[in-house]
């Protein structure tokens, strides 16, 4: 069984930092690339981030310089660290880890975690 656990979200202050964790199991990890996508309240899901399985890295424009993501392919973890955080960057954020080869593609959703950020 398939499951990714995010952790690390919480209540924060404008200008302060967070990193959010994603552990997966249940997939090999290393093949896998990883994305943190956010949903904000009366808004659609969007990516904030993505990973490849060779360690290749997209950023939204909206959080480029701000935010780094990263792989533990030992730990079968996916890492988001968030600095200069602002009140927009609120919102539940999502791990996602996706796989496609030759005509099948695996798409593996977390629950989601809880980041707030006061002005």
């Known amino acids: 069984q398939v499951q990714l656990v995010e952790s690390g979200g919480g209540l924060v202050q404008a200008g302060g930092s967070l990193r959010l964790s994603c552990a997966a199991s249940g997939i090999i990890f290393s093949i896998y690339a990883m994305g943190w996508y956010r949903q904000a309240p009366g808004k659609q899901r969007e990516l904030v981030a993505s990973i490849t399985s060779g360690g290749s890295t997209n950023y939204a424009d909206s959080v480029k310089g701000r935010f780094t993501i990263s792989r533990d392919n030992v730990k079968n973890t996916v890492y988001l660290q968030m600095n200069s955080l602002k009140p927009e960057d609120t919102a539940v954020y999502y791990c996602?880890?996706?796989?496609?080869?030759?005509?099948?593609?695996?798409?593996?959703w977390g629950l989601g975690t809880q980041v707030t950020v006061s002005s």
């Open positions: 996602n880890a996706e796989h496609s080869r030759f005509n099948t593609r695996s798409s593996y």
